[in-house]
């Protein structure tokens, strides 16, 4: 669309929009509502359903809205007889197979049909003949359910397969009267979006079966809040019923989700009410657990980690996890472990993970950078498997939008086919690559034919080079990732995007769980003064990553160690250094909500709240910080991970202070540099969340109006405010399906809502600090990255070996896939995967095991052969069920080389 705009008149009220954009959806965002049934304002246009039908002066007949664009003068009407008549006629169409079972149906009280049928339909039908039947209803994925009756064939489900998820996996068949949706034979709709069809379907033909016959929504309580199966932060609305969380819809939010979000995110939510899963706190007593009060288990917590400080030191205590929280939870438990028990042995990743101060110091990228980007590089794992709607984002970019693609994997994925050059580096070769390919860009030239087509895509274009930045491997280390970006960040046109993978890995790494750093992208000596003041001491020094913890506790270091809902035996690398370190330390707390192969050991049990039970904020991996939102008490007596850490440093004699999530928000708010002005109050106005360093992205925030009007007084457009009635409850339909809330409503505004883009005043305002408590010595600077690097050149690939990529799966033994019964059929079976060419030279077939050697140990898997997988490259899926990757991976090794022979 054109930033020029133009002027039209909609029954007598004249708007302005965008030259180009369709007349549907300028009405909209006037708030003028067109009744649609197959228009979505993500996907094309096709004009199938022809209720937006309207007249337009000067035009012969009546052009439908989803298609036809406003231009300069454009005169419409939407009241006029033959305009309704024409709505008339197409829902009377509509009706005529279409059942009559509302009373049973999933989408009933929520239903675009039936509110329009109410607005715009002739009031009764003329058809008493028989209506056409299907059997009802088949499975079209293993989370979807058709029932073809419903159908009104507006395509909205099949287009979001081919257009958005790039999943062309239903489609119509047959003619006439009998045209229906379905899959290919033998080819169901297996996708990692296919729960957005469901959202987006204006009529109850396709039903989650998670939700099927759940409840009403009606019955619905809703909060929105951000997802946390990953790092990317998609808005959702969760809803509840007797307490218990039934349905998680996408949120419309332009700059992350814009509305869209993957089956694990949306199906994912079950894990909170599994029965595993433990409510009261365990203390450890006779070498059984046995559940204890919270006083009781807190004092036998804070006892042993002061007894192993009061023999060791505060090096002989750590930390470990964390990046699964809120940005509250990892605040206060790095004032208790770095400025109580003055540890820095803190860290939210567990070795899978990049520097800190990588994350933290490299020039920073959004989402939405993508979108303009001169040219997006892939220097990351595969974003469909770890950051699914990432994928689709960058997907569109380059698919749709014509953004270069350089992909720098080391081997094929989701995105291959739409990049403009596949570079595949073998593992620890990416800093030698990416040193090529700034200079091709540079000089335009290069001998390498790949290279050589990525440097010419960029040429000319103008705008910044998107880096999305990750670990393309568990088997290789993070300095060959590193040494990569140390050469792109060269350039003064290069940003970066974290690619990691937990969700609030980015909030944890922010806000002090990492070894040499202190909340608000600081370092340890930097900010030393600052927090010192502040909290009443920090460590002495810096201290140990996961990898130093578990190497420290082997050699017996480690006295007393927290696991911050973190399974290091199944999370990290090397699994024989995790079995080793794990089983010298003395006294273990978990601080989790479920029971694991590491933490079955702890001495202490700390059940701590999960999603959809605790309120705070999060980090996505842009840097931008959201609210989460508590909707149903936890079972039991488990409690919020920082209260948990404020209890335990009150028995140390710390007493914090912090009586509500708000109070820590606000606390970080005057305390960490680069959250400086993130209050709770402008967490609850602005509508996308705000990005830190606030200072550089304050003409980015929007209020949503409900948000503005708690803060300011201003009063909020909702729907059915409006006084025409027919207008109102077809307002109702257009917001379920521009955020999936429904008529249950969202206690949180955001969103697809009204927005407000707020005034210096009002800026400053809802960001204030209190000074009093800002401690009175120079706020440290935020870190900036030196781009040191010490990586050592990888050693050449042998001859005789292939050199290991391991890599995640959506589907994997975490807990959220194995306790929500929606998902826990779907993760893959553990397979190595080797390019047909080194499957033959070993004379094995598809399906033959294989024992695979490595220099850590041996394990024995199924082989296949995998065009995807170059020559020379083999391919495990990390954290699978039974012994996996971890088995045979060395944290200490450079890039992991391994043999096969052959069992068959």
């Given at each position: 669309m054109s930033a020029e705009l133009v002027t039209l008149t909609i029954d007598g009220k004249e708007i302005t929009a965008p030259k180009g954009s369709m007349l549907i959806q300028a009405a909209q965002d006037a708030g003028i509502f067109i009744p649609r049934f197959c228009w979505h304002e993500r996907m094309k246009a096709v004009g199938m359903c022809r209720m937006c039908l309207v007249e337009v002066e000067g035009v012969r007949g009546l052009p439908p809205a989803c298609t036809t664009p406003v231009a300069e003068g454009m005169v419409v009407h939407l009241q006029k007889d033959n305009v309704q008549k024409a709505q008339d006629g197409v829902l009377e169409f509509l009706l005529i197979n279409h059942p009559l079972d509302c009373p049973v149906c999933d989408r009933g009280g929520e239903c675009p049909l039936q509110d329009q049928t109410v607005a715009f339909g002739p009031g009764e039908s003329r058809f008493v003949e028989e209506k056409r039947h299907f059997v009802k209803p088949i499975e079209i994925s293993p989370n979807v359910l058709l029932d073809r009756e419903r159908c009104i064939q507006c395509a909205r489900c099949t287009r979001f397969a081919d257009e958005i998820a790039g999943d062309p996996l239903i489609t119509f068949v047959a003619r006439g009267d009998r045209t229906e949706v379905n899959t290919f034979p033998d080819d169901p709709f297996i996708s990692y979006f296919s729960g957005n069809v469901v959202q987006i379907c204006p009529v109850g033909a396709l039903t989650a079966k998670p939700y099927r016959f759940r409840a009403r929504p009606w019955d619905l309580q809703t909060s929105e809040t951000t997802c946390q199966s990953c790092s990317v932060g998609c808005r959702g609305a969760v809803q509840s019923s007797s307490n218990r969380l039934v349905r998680f819809l996408g949120v419309d939010v332009e700059p992350v989700n814009q509305g869209w979000l993957c089956d694990k995110g949306r199906f994912g939510f079950e894990f909170v009410h599994a029965p595993e899963r433990v409510r009261e706190p365990l203390v450890r007593v006779g070498g059984d657990m046995t559940e204890q009060s919270w006083p009781q288990a807190l004092e036998v917590a804070a006892e042993g980690i002061r007894k192993a400080i009061d023999l060791h030191g505060p090096g002989a205590v750590a930390v470990i996890g964390g990046a699964r929280g809120s940005n509250e939870d990892a605040y206060v438990w790095a004032r208790f472990a770095k400025g109580v028990l003055r540890t820095d042995n803190v860290d939210a990743q567990l070795g899978d993970g990049l520097p800190p101060e990588v994350v933290n110091g490299l020039p920073e990228a959004m989402i939405s950078d993508c979108d303009d980007a001169a040219a997006i590089v892939l220097l990351a794992p595969d974003l469909k498997e770890e950051l699914p709607v990432l994928y689709l984002r960058v997907r569109r970019a380059a698919a749709e939008l014509g953004v270069p693609l350089i992909d720098l994997s080391p081997r094929d994925h989701g995105l291959t086919k739409h990049a403009t050059a596949n570079l595949r580096p073998i593992p620890g070769e990416q800093g030698r690559v990416a040193e090529k390919l700034l200079a091709a860009i540079n000089s335009g030239t290069s001998s390498d034919p790949q290279i050589r087509a990525a440097a010419q895509a960029v040429s000319g274009r103008d705008g910044n080079i998107v880096v999305i930045l990750g670990r393309p491997s568990m088997a290789e280390s993070a300095d060959h990732t590193v040494a990569a970006a140390a050469a792109l960040a060269a350039s003064p046109?290069?940003?970066?995007?974290?690619?990691?993978?937990?969700?609030?890995?980015?909030?944890?790494?922010?806000?002090?769980?990492?070894?040499?750093?202190?909340?608000?992208?600081?370092?340890?000596?930097?900010?030393?003064?600052?927090?010192?003041?502040?909290?009443?001491?920090?460590?002495?020094?810096?201290?140990?990553?996961?990898?130093?913890?578990?190497?420290?506790?082997?050699?017996?270091?480690?006295?007393?160690?927290?696991?911050?809902?973190?399974?290091?035996?199944?999370?990290?690398?090397?699994?024989?250094?995790?079995?080793?370190?794990?089983?010298?330390?003395?006294?273990?707390?978990?601080?989790?909500?479920?029971?694991?192969?590491?933490?079955?050991?702890?001495?202490v049990f700390l059940p701590v709240t999960l999603w959809g039970e605790k309120g705070g904020s999060t980090t996505n991996l842009e840097g931008r910080i959201q609210r989460m939102g508590r909707r149903v008490s936890p079972e039991g007596t488990a409690m919020d991970d920082w209260r948990i850490a404020a209890e335990l440093a009150f028995r140390f004699g710390v007493d914090f202070d912090l009586e509500t999530v708000d109070e820590?928000?606000?606390?970080?708010?005057?305390?960490?540099?680069?959250?400086?002005?993130?209050?709770?109050?402008?967490?609850?106005?602005?509508?996308?969340?705000?990005?830190?360093?606030?200072?550089?992205?304050?003409?980015?925030?929007?209020?949503?109006?409900?948000?503005?009007?708690?803060?300011?007084?201003?009063?909020?457009?909702?729907?059915?405010?409006?006084?025409?009635?027919?207008?109102?409850?077809?307002?109702?339909?257009?917001?379920?399906?521009?955020?999936?809330?429904?008529?249950?409503?969202?206690?949180?505004?955001?969103?697809?809502?009204?927005?407000?883009?707020?005034?210096?005043?009002?800026?400053?305002?809802?960001?204030?600090?209190?000074?009093?408590?800002?401690?009175?010595?120079?706020?440290?600077?935020?870190?900036?990255?030196?781009?040191?690097v010490t990586s050592p050149p990888a050693p050449p690939p042998d001859g005789y070996a292939l050199r290991l990529v391991a890599g995640r799966k959506l589907y994997d033994a975490g807990r959220v896939t194995t306790s929500s019964p929606a998902l826990a059929n779907l993760a893959p079976s553990d397979v190595l995967l080797v390019h047909p060419s080194d499957r033959d030279r070993i004379g094995v077939t598809d399906g033959g095991s294989v024992r695979v050697i490595t220099a850590r140990g041996t394990t024995v898997l199924a082989v296949r052969g995998d065009d995807h997988t170059p020559s020379g490259t083999a391919f495990m899926i990390f954290d699978q069920p039974g012994e996996g990757a971890a088995e045979i991976i060395d944290i200490n090794q450079s890039v992991m080389d391994l043999r096969l022979e052959s069992l068959s």
């Open positions: 046109r290069v940003r970066f995007l974290s690619a990691l993978r937990r969700s609030n890995v980015r909030g944890a790494l922010d806000l002090g769980l990492s070894p040499g750093t202190l909340p608000g992208r600081v370092t340890l000596d930097a900010g030393r003064a600052w927090f010192d003041a502040a909290w009443g001491g920090t460590p002495e020094a810096r201290g140990l990553d996961t990898a130093g913890i578990l190497q420290a506790a082997k050699a017996g270091k480690i006295h007393a160690l927290v696991l911050l809902g973190a399974d290091p035996l199944a999370d990290f690398p090397d699994r024989k250094l995790a079995r080793e370190g794990l089983d010298a330390i003395s006294f273990v707390v978990a601080v989790d909500a479920f029971g694991n192969e590491s933490n079955r050991r702890c001495d820590v928000t606000d606390e970080i708010a005057r305390l960490a540099p680069a959250h400086l002005g993130v209050t709770s109050r402008l967490l609850g106005a602005a509508r996308d969340g705000a990005v830190v360093p606030l200072a550089d992205h304050r003409d980015a925030l929007v209020f949503s109006s409900a948000g503005v009007a708690s803060e300011f007084g201003w009063e909020p457009i909702r729907p059915g405010t409006v006084p025409d009635e027919a207008f109102a409850a077809a307002q109702t339909a257009n917001v379920v399906e521009a955020s999936g809330t429904g008529s249950a409503g969202v206690t949180q505004p955001g969103g697809q809502g009204p927005g407000e883009a707020p005034s210096d005043e009002e800026i400053d305002e809802i960001t204030a600090v209190d000074e009093s408590a800002v401690p009175d010595v120079p706020r440290p600077e935020v870190l900036v990255w030196d781009r040191a």
